[in-house]
């Protein structure tokens, strides 16, 4: 243990005991002996319980592995919590999912059933649940996301407070398994996209309207500016001179799509701005290549006001969404896969979401999605153009 | 890997890490604990129940409500646990929580970030795995007026043993904010917030006292990923941590000091269900497959026909879809329509088989995956910035998964020689690819076409001949043409 202000640090002899280039603790360690043992021996899973997966091994052993949502967010002392439980019931071993979640995993039916009562009776002072069980099957898992204004200086909007408003709303999709199939339910607070937003069923994404303002009297000195013009994607930035003379960057306003990549480059062209930021819905998209192939999402809602703190607009058009797909969709069927088969025409009407122009894509290779076919369904998006130029 | 294997495998790189490396492969938290018991348990419920932020933060306090597990909650906890700590226990601010909960606040009104743009800080020799971040309202929120992250190199599949976690847990509270992403969406376990000082100190205590290295950041390698794999699932057909670990290791250098154009990520996915996304997010998708046939026993086919096994391993339970109907919800969705049913036995035709997974995650207990297992490589995929979105392709359609990866090695240095050599600033490869050509790319690694790597052949016909694929090469004069052709 080092204690002190520098530990084992000497900044006089910074090289001195210096260990590098030593990557992450090895795997093996960290896998409990069950699993050391049954490694590459798994026969087959059965979900007991939302929540709650079965594993049976060749050799005989039979594991439960509970899973529960977690906020990705989280405190030393919710990490210690969750090692109390691990050393209570799972001989001192944890693991987490790529989705946040994280699972325990127990040796005999009556732990597991011990285990499960234990982690649905605690509770947040708050009143929330602090290890919700579910996330399994035809469900929704814990929604993956970013940093928002907690932690990053880029996004457009909030992470940490919209997810747990959205998974509030969902909640009994997260402990229940009566959707279609699976549905997983993304955010990202800026295009960067820290995450695989673009491929999710759902997906949530953070974006600025408005163009960046350019710190004239501070650009040249902190930043490079040809490289903030080449980081344009649309050629919106060039070259310029302010009134007194000192070179600056010039935005063709109308030519932004509101990337912010000029900003990722410099910290002189800022995009966040109260009324401009807020939220894109996009649907439809995947990963897995089961039955159909990786989708990507598309946008749906293109634009939703920052609502702190609880995002009501974003949560009841996700709920649209969902209760729409619920309802409608087939055994296995993706929401993509369901809007495909119904046609997106289907989608718009079923779901309720208006059609906007904003949903056509004018951006390169945007004739892509463009549709060539007289296969169409009528729905009053093709009433209302067959009325706009006198043909009924 | 039988486990047999596996067990050998990681005795001698755990001997490795040990006797080369010189580093702690076993954390004792005895060993390294900085909090006494009494100071973990230094705060109650009613401790909690009474606390006041010392900031007012009526919003935040609105997202204690509802079932999720609240994050505004288990902040207040970290900060009461906090306050009752002794001043000497805790390096970071002691009120670091409630200056992060009261600068959320204030974004919440004002609906905008107060973080600055990053600035440059790290720690000695590498230049990623540390992001700097600073407060744009320091003087209101002074305990996180400095609030750098470090990126912590998961073990490959994010299991833990509770020594190493509590043991992570007692250093980043006593050098940090206690505060994190479990985990952060590439990989890492995130530490969220401390000061430049405690860089290097944190970096020495990481590395001497957990054995464990900082992930990557900026134009690197980022932190390799992988899912659970062999260690818990009957899908997987490689050795999905083991190959992580291998790569992780062998391009250390890569992943702590940036060389390349932009950033660069491997996932493995040990099948095409990808649980880590890696075909959405990898410059290069490892995702495992097979090459002979799926294993079928016929006697528990009809036990899911009959109803005595639920499909797709209850993953419908709570809604009532009716008899499982194998016709409808198995043979007529296989995207070749290479099965058939007879009523007592199943075929497939498997030479058709695409392995998309779908009959086999329905009926898991009667079909298996192969035997004869590999992975599938594909490449290019990343998020919209800069080009718009792109998944990765698919160009090796199948390559045996053996230790220690050599093949895999070789491909990979060729990838980035070229990368290196072209890529622009901030160019993902999958960008590259497409600002050259996919044929281009072909060269570079030395693989012939082949039409797997495409959806459909080209409808235009603008070929890009080169002048020594056409009989006689490019050189002719006009005079010769005007002898034929006068004008
Ligand atoms: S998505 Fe954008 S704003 Fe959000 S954490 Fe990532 S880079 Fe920052
Ligand atoms: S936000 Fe994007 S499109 Fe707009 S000026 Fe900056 S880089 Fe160009
Ligand atoms: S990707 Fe495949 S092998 Fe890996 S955990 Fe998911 S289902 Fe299992
Ligand atoms: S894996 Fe997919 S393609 Fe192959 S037989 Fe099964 S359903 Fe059909």
Redesign the pocket.
Same mark, same amino acid.
């Given at each position: 243990m080092s204690l002190g202000k520098l530990g084992y640090y000497n900044p006089d002899k910074p090289m001195e005991n210096r260990i590098t280039d030593i990557g992450p603790p090895h795997y093996y360690v960290m896998f409990p002996p069950v699993i050391k043992k049954n490694y590459g021996k798994w026969l087959y899973h059965e979900i007991v319980e939302t929540g709650i997966i079965k594993r049976v091994s060749e050799t005989g052993d039979t594991i439960w592995v509970i899973r529960c949502g977690a906020p990705r967010f989280m405190s030393v002392e919710h990490v210690r919590e969750i090692c109390d439980i691990a050393d209570k019931y799972c001989d001192g071993y944890v693991r987490f999912t790529t989705r946040n979640a994280i699972e325990f995993i127990v040796t005999s039916e009556d732990k597991m059933k011990a285990l499960r009562d234990d982690l649905m009776s605690r509770k947040h002072v708050g009143g929330s649940y602090k290890f919700p069980i579910g996330g399994t099957g035809a469900g929704i898992t814990g929604i993956v996301h970013t940093q928002g204004w907690i932690h990053c200086h880029t996004p457009a909007t909030d992470a940490s407070g919209m997810v747990k408003s959205v998974a509030d709303d969902l909640f009994e999709y997260f402990r229940d398994m009566k959707l279609p199939a699976k549905l997983r339910v993304s955010m990202a607070c800026c295009l960067n996209m820290c995450g695989a937003v673009h491929c999710s069923d759902i997906a949530m994404l953070g974006y600025h309207r408005k163009p960046p303002i350019v710190d004239d009297e501070w650009i040249d000195k902190l930043c490079e500016l040809p490289l903030v013009v080449a980081a344009c994607p649309t050629g919106a930035v060039s070259l310029g001179k302010t009134e007194s003379g000192l070179p600056t960057v010039k935005i063709k306003k109308d030519r932004c799509m509101f990337c912010g990549n000029c900003y990722t480059m410099c910290q002189c062209t800022p995009l966040a701005d109260k009324e401009g930021d807020g939220v894109v819905i996009l649907a439809g998209g995947k990963i897995s290549n089961r039955i159909s192939p990786p989708k990507f999402s598309k946008v749906v809602v293109p634009y939703l006001p920052n609502e702190p703190p609880r995002w009501p607009s974003v949560v009841k058009t996700v709920r649209q969404i969902v209760e729409a797909y619920a309802r409608d969709a087939r055994k296995y069927e993706r929401l993509g896969d369901w809007a495909e088969r119904i046609g997106w025409e289907r989608f718009f009407e079923k779901t309720g979401l208006p059609f906007t122009e904003k949903s056509i894509d004018d951006y390169r290779l945007a004739y892509d999605t463009y549709r060539t076919t007289t296969q169409f369904k009528y729905t009053e998006h093709a009433w209302a153009v067959s009325k706009a130029v006198g043909g009924i | 890997m039988t486990a047999e294997e596996l067990a050998k495998v990681a005795e001698e790189a755990i001997k490795y890490r040990k006797e080369e490396l010189g580093v702690k492969t076993e954390v004792k938290y005895e060993e390294v604990r900085i909090y006494t018991d009494e100071e973990l348990k230094n705060y109650t419920d009613e401790d909690i129940k009474a606390f006041k932020c010392k900031h007012d933060i009526p919003d935040l306090l609105e997202l204690e409500k509802g079932p999720w597990p609240s994050f505004v909650s288990d902040a207040i906890r970290e900060a009461v646990h906090r306050r009752n700590l002794p001043d000497d226990k805790v390096l970071m601010a002691k009120d670091c929580v409630e200056d992060l909960l009261g600068q959320l606040q204030l974004s919440y009104i004002d609906k905008e970030t107060h973080w600055k743009h990053g600035g440059i800080v790290g720690v000695f020799g590498y230049g990623g795995g540390v992001i700097g971040r600073y407060s744009d309202a320091q003087e209101k929120f002074p305990g996180i007026w400095a609030f750098h992250t470090l990126r912590i190199n998961q073990p490959a599949s994010k299991f833990y043993t509770t020594d190493y976690l509590r043991a992570l847990c007692d250093i980043w509270e006593y050098r940090g904010s206690g505060l994190m992403n479990v985990h952060g969406s590439t990989g890492d376990i995130v530490c969220l917030g401390t000061v430049t000082e405690q860089l290097e100190p944190m970096f020495f205590d990481l590395t001497h006292d957990l054995g464990v290295d900082l992930g990557g950041s900026g134009s690197n390698l980022r932190t390799p990923s992988c *899912?659970? $794999?062999k260690a818990l /699932?009957e899908?997987?057909m490689f050795d999905?941590q083991d190959m992580c670990y291998e790569l992780t290791m062998h391009y250390q250098d890569e992943l702590h000091r940036p060389a390349f154009p932009y950033k660069f990520k491997f996932k493995f996915?040990? *099948?095409p269900? /990808? /649980?880590?996304a890696s075909i959405a997010r990898a410059d290069m998708s490892y995702i $495992?497959t097979w090459r002979d046939e799926i294993r079928i026993d016929q006697e528990a086919v009809r036990a899911y026909v009959a109803g005595e096994i639920p499909p797709n391993a209850g993953a419908h339970a709570g809604r009532e879809w009716g008899k499982f109907d194998i016709q409808r919800e198995v043979i007529d969705l296989c995207p070749s329509k290479c099965m058939e049913w007879d009523g007592k036995v199943l075929k497939i035709d498997n030479k058709e088989c695409v392995r998309c997974m779908h009959c086999i995650n329905v009926m898991p207990r009667a079909l298996r995956v192969g035997e004869d297992t590999g992975i599938s490589i594909l490449f290019g995929a990343k998020a919209p910035i800069l080009e718009g979105a792109q998944m990765s392709l698919l160009t090796i359609p199948f390559m045996k998964s053996e230790r220690p990866y050599d093949n895999v090695k070789e491909l990979v240095d060729k990838v980035w020689e070229w990368w290196m050599e072209e890529g622009k600033n901030r160019e993902r490869l999958g960008e590259l690819i497409q600002r050259f050509s996919l044929q281009k790319f072909l060269e570079v690694i030395g693989v012939p076409p082949m039409p797997q790597m495409i959806k459909e052949p080209r409808s235009n016909p603008y070929v890009f001949w080169k002048e020594e694929e056409v009989p006689g090469g490019w050189e002719r004069t006009i005079e010769e043409y005007r002898k034929r052709h006068p004008r």
């Amino acid at each position: 243990m080092s204690l002190g202000k520098l530990g084992y640090y000497n900044p006089d002899k910074p090289m001195e005991n210096r260990i590098t280039d030593i990557g992450p603790p090895h795997y093996y360690v960290m896998f409990p002996p069950v699993i050391k043992k049954n490694y590459g021996k798994w026969l087959y899973h059965e979900i007991v319980e939302t929540g709650i997966i079965k594993r049976v091994s060749e050799t005989g052993d039979t594991i439960w592995v509970i899973r529960c949502g977690a906020p990705r967010f989280m405190s030393v002392e919710h990490v210690r919590e969750i090692c109390d439980i691990a050393d209570k019931y799972c001989d001192g071993y944890v693991r987490f999912t790529t989705r946040n979640a994280i699972e325990f995993i127990v040796t005999s039916e009556d732990k597991m059933k011990a285990l499960r009562d234990d982690l649905m009776s605690r509770k947040h002072v708050g009143g929330s649940y602090k290890f919700p069980i579910g996330g399994t099957g035809a469900g929704i898992t814990g929604i993956v996301h970013t940093q928002g204004w907690i932690h990053c200086h880029t996004p457009a909007t909030d992470a940490s407070g919209m997810v747990k408003s959205v998974a509030d709303d969902l909640f009994e999709y997260f402990r229940d398994m009566k959707l279609p199939a699976k549905l997983r339910v993304s955010m990202a607070c800026c295009l960067n996209m820290c995450g695989a937003v673009h491929c999710s069923d759902i997906a949530m994404l953070g974006y600025h309207r408005k163009p960046p303002i350019v710190d004239d009297e501070w650009i040249d000195k902190l930043c490079e500016l040809p490289l903030v013009v080449a980081a344009c994607p649309t050629g919106a930035v060039s070259l310029g001179k302010t009134e007194s003379g000192l070179p600056t960057v010039k935005i063709k306003k109308d030519r932004c799509m509101f990337c912010g990549n000029c900003y990722t480059m410099c910290q002189c062209t800022p995009l966040a701005d109260k009324e401009g930021d807020g939220v894109v819905i996009l649907a439809g998209g995947k990963i897995s290549n089961r039955i159909s192939p990786p989708k990507f999402s598309k946008v749906v809602v293109p634009y939703l006001p920052n609502e702190p703190p609880r995002w009501p607009s974003v949560v009841k058009t996700v709920r649209q969404i969902v209760e729409a797909y619920a309802r409608d969709a087939r055994k296995y069927e993706r929401l993509g896969d369901w809007a495909e088969r119904i046609g997106w025409e289907r989608f718009f009407e079923k779901t309720g979401l208006p059609f906007t122009e904003k949903s056509i894509d004018d951006y390169r290779l945007a004739y892509d999605t463009y549709r060539t076919t007289t296969q169409f369904k009528y729905t009053e998006h093709a009433w209302a153009v067959s009325k706009a130029v006198g043909g009924i | 890997m039988t486990a047999e294997e596996l067990a050998k495998v990681a005795e001698e790189a755990i001997k490795y890490r040990k006797e080369e490396l010189g580093v702690k492969t076993e954390v004792k938290y005895e060993e390294v604990r900085i909090y006494t018991d009494e100071e973990l348990k230094n705060y109650t419920d009613e401790d909690i129940k009474a606390f006041k932020c010392k900031h007012d933060i009526p919003d935040l306090l609105e997202l204690e409500k509802g079932p999720w597990p609240s994050f505004v909650s288990d902040a207040i906890r970290e900060a009461v646990h906090r306050r009752n700590l002794p001043d000497d226990k805790v390096l970071m601010a002691k009120d670091c929580v409630e200056d992060l909960l009261g600068q959320l606040q204030l974004s919440y009104i004002d609906k905008e970030t107060h973080w600055k743009h990053g600035g440059i800080v790290g720690v000695f020799g590498y230049g990623g795995g540390v992001i700097g971040r600073y407060s744009d309202a320091q003087e209101k929120f002074p305990g996180i007026w400095a609030f750098h992250t470090l990126r912590i190199n998961q073990p490959a599949s994010k299991f833990y043993t509770t020594d190493y976690l509590r043991a992570l847990c007692d250093i980043w509270e006593y050098r940090g904010s206690g505060l994190m992403n479990v985990h952060g969406s590439t990989g890492d376990i995130v530490c969220l917030g401390t000061v430049t000082e405690q860089l290097e100190p944190m970096f020495f205590d990481l590395t001497h006292d957990l054995g464990v290295d900082l992930g990557g950041s900026g134009s690197n390698l980022r932190t390799p990923s992988c *899912c659970m $794999g062999k260690a818990l /699932c009957e899908f997987a057909m490689f050795d999905t941590q083991d190959m992580c670990y291998e790569l992780t290791m062998h391009y250390q250098d890569e992943l702590h000091r940036p060389a390349f154009p932009y950033k660069f990520k491997f996932k493995f996915d040990g *099948c095409p269900n /990808c /649980c880590v996304a890696s075909i959405a997010r990898a410059d290069m998708s490892y995702i $495992g497959t097979w090459r002979d046939e799926i294993r079928i026993d016929q006697e528990a086919v009809r036990a899911y026909v009959a109803g005595e096994i639920p499909p797709n391993a209850g993953a419908h339970a709570g809604r009532e879809w009716g008899k499982f109907d194998i016709q409808r919800e198995v043979i007529d969705l296989c995207p070749s329509k290479c099965m058939e049913w007879d009523g007592k036995v199943l075929k497939i035709d498997n030479k058709e088989c695409v392995r998309c997974m779908h009959c086999i995650n329905v009926m898991p207990r009667a079909l298996r995956v192969g035997e004869d297992t590999g992975i599938s490589i594909l490449f290019g995929a990343k998020a919209p910035i800069l080009e718009g979105a792109q998944m990765s392709l698919l160009t090796i359609p199948f390559m045996k998964s053996e230790r220690p990866y050599d093949n895999v090695k070789e491909l990979v240095d060729k990838v980035w020689e070229w990368w290196m050599e072209e890529g622009k600033n901030r160019e993902r490869l999958g960008e590259l690819i497409q600002r050259f050509s996919l044929q281009k790319f072909l060269e570079v690694i030395g693989v012939p076409p082949m039409p797997q790597m495409i959806k459909e052949p080209r409808s235009n016909p603008y070929v890009f001949w080169k002048e020594e694929e056409v009989p006689g090469g490019w050189e002719r004069t006009i005079e010769e043409y005007r002898k034929r052709h006068p004008r």
